[in-house]
């Protein structure tokens, strides 16, 4: 690597803190940290990781809410040629317990609020060898800042090279498991540099921390100005009034927000009256947003720009864009306000159909693939996963169904996987069927999404009553309360109906699109 260039995630903190160290690097609260006092924090956790165990392409455990401490130990860990994997705090117990192990990571750092989890399963981790809580306080582990504090301020020195693994994210699992999505160095160094020419990031930006950081679109977006140089605010738990005062106050110019987010921004009183003159560009993504909350936010926000992003942890997030120009509500093109928008630099769409080898012509619904230098690496530790994910060619399968108008713009349709999306987070219904089909009450049961008027949709459980159980309400209150211990709220079914048994194909397949079309029934989008 020469002197200023950046190609993996150490790169940005080592030339950040050496060219540009007075400049403000993060923002939480009161709290403000240079470039070069973040390089030196970085250094320590370098340090501190290495003296616990931690070696090239091993892997470190963070569980807590967006904070300063996410940036330590990612770029600690890039310094080593290691891998940061930040776990959702939304989970359970068991969650974490399973996300940390299958991950084999050597630490495991934990907030404050976590250390009741950590106390849960610390005994459940074997391979963990350190466990550190920040803000200390507990008794039997060491607290975060007196750990690195013992060590020096010393850069390792270690370079991770192309197809080393810049971030390891989980997703909800499509079979019962969470996988590890490796996204490499080429996957995102590959996107990082054109953040500057689509959203128009740069060294001077003031760039809006909110989404979560175990999220793509929370890291990565938080990375890509971090490339740049800029100043990151961050959020550690979303309040939308909260938020609306942030802007004017620290001068918010680039955010990401989930629609969700945007539409609670929308209720809070007062919200015509705030100051948002410093905003330049809102990115929104991760689920579908209604146009009318799209059109007020337009109107709300101008002349702020608008860019809307598709893409899937598998894609390093965003590989399709809608542009600027194409949300305007009242103009010759708003039907592309239902679109996604069109391919980025360097990714190839083609919706295939149902034989999954011939591509369909424009306007034909299909799955969509998607080949980029974004596309992952591989599931850690999965291979028949990947290779089925993956073809030997390079085109990811993306499991959302759409199709490509003449121009070009892609629309989402449906989904080929049975995949829910609930309030911007992933909800596998195998995860939660495999977890509901252990409570005494359920003979059969099949988890779908139904639309929800907040969330987009939420997870409902459509369940055989077991033999000597009632098909009531506190059986069903019961079951959701019983979801609650085993997995994060929002995987959980806000509601059971019950049926005599469920639909199933002759192979014995359960006919999920029919249990969900009366719920569906009369919209043009079959997701939420």
């Not at 790169?11 to 803190?17: A, E, F, L, N, Q």
């Not at 995102?188 to 793509?216: C, Q, R, V, Y």
């Not at 079914?493 to 194909?505: F, G, I």
Request: hydrophobic share 40%; aromatic share 8%; with cysteine.
């Amino acid at each position: 690597m020469t002197e200023n260039q950046i190609n993996n995630v150490a790169g940005i903190v080592r030339v950040h803190g050496r060219n540009r160290p007075d400049h403000t690097a993060l923002v939480l609260d009161d709290r403000r940290m240079s470039w070069s006092e973040l390089l030196e924090s970085s250094s320590r956790m370098a340090q501190a990781l290495s003296d616990a165990g931690v070696g090239a392409d091993d892997r470190v455990a963070f569980l807590d809410k967006n904070g300063i401490e996410h940036f330590e130990v990612f770029f600690g860990s890039a310094m080593l040629n290691a891998v940061a994997v930040d776990v959702n705090w939304r989970l359970a117990a068991p969650e974490v317990q399973y996300i940390v192990d299958d991950s084999e990571a050597k630490v495991l750092v934990v907030g404050p609020d976590f250390a009741p989890i950590l106390d849960e399963i610390a005994d459940q981790l074997p391979k963990v060898r350190k466990f550190v809580v920040i803000g200390g306080g507990h008794a039997n582990h060491e607290a975060y800042e007196d750990w690195i504090a013992r060590f020096e301020p010393e850069d390792p020195g270690i370079e991770s090279g192309p197809d080393g693994t810049a971030f390891q994210l989980y997703s909800s699992g499509t079979t019962g498991r969470p996988k590890g999505v490796m996204l490499s160095n080429t996957n995102f160094f590959s996107l990082l540099p054109l953040a500057k020419d689509i959203w128009e990031l740069d060294g001077d930006s003031i760039n809006l921390t909110a989404m979560p950081l175990f999220h793509i679109g929370g890291g990565g977006w938080a990375t890509a100005g971090m490339y740049e140089g800029c100043t990151s605010v961050i959020f550690r738990e979303l309040d939308p009034a909260a938020l609306i005062e942030l802007i004017e106050k620290e001068g918010i110019t680039h955010a990401f927000l989930v629609p969700a987010v945007l539409q609670f921004m929308l209720m809070v009183p007062g919200v015509e009256e705030a100051d948002y003159s410093s905003l330049k560009v809102f990115v929104y993504g991760a689920s579908p947003i209604s146009e009318d909350v799209l059109a007020k936010c337009v109107e709300m926000f101008k002349p702020c720009k608008f860019w809307q992003a598709y893409g899937l942890t598998e894609t390093t997030g965003a590989v399709v864009n809608l542009p600027p120009e194409d949300h305007d509500p009242t103009g010759p093109n708003k039907h592309r306000l239902r679109s996604c928008g069109v391919a980025g630099p360097g990714v190839e769409l083609r919706i295939v159909g149902d034989d999954g080898e011939s591509a369909l012509p424009a306007g034909e619904v299909g799955e969509i693939w998607i080949r980029s230098p974004q596309v992952m690496k591989g599931y850690w530790n999965m291979p028949e996963e990947t290779a089925n994910s993956v073809t030997e060619d390079g085109w990811f399968k993306s499991g959302d169904a759409g199709y490509l108008d003449e121009d070009g713009y892609l629309f989402i349709h449906d989904r080929v996987k049975d995949m829910i999306v609930s309030g911007g987070e992933n909800v596998y219904p195998a995860e939660v069927e495999n977890v509901l089909m252990k409570h005494d009450a359920i003979a059969d049961v099949a988890v779908i999404g139904v639309p929800h008027e907040k969330w987009g949709e939420t997870a409902k459980a459509v369940v055989v009553v077991a033999e000597g159980a009632s098909a009531d309400e506190d059986t069903a209150a019961d079951i959701i309360a019983y979801a609650r211990t085993q997995l994060a709220v929002f995987k959980c079914p806000t509601s059971v109906d019950w049926v005599e048994a469920l639909p199933r194909n002759p192979t014995g397949k359960i006919l999920k699109k029919d249990l969900r079309e009366p719920y569906w029934e009369g919209m043009d989008r079959r997701v939420g």
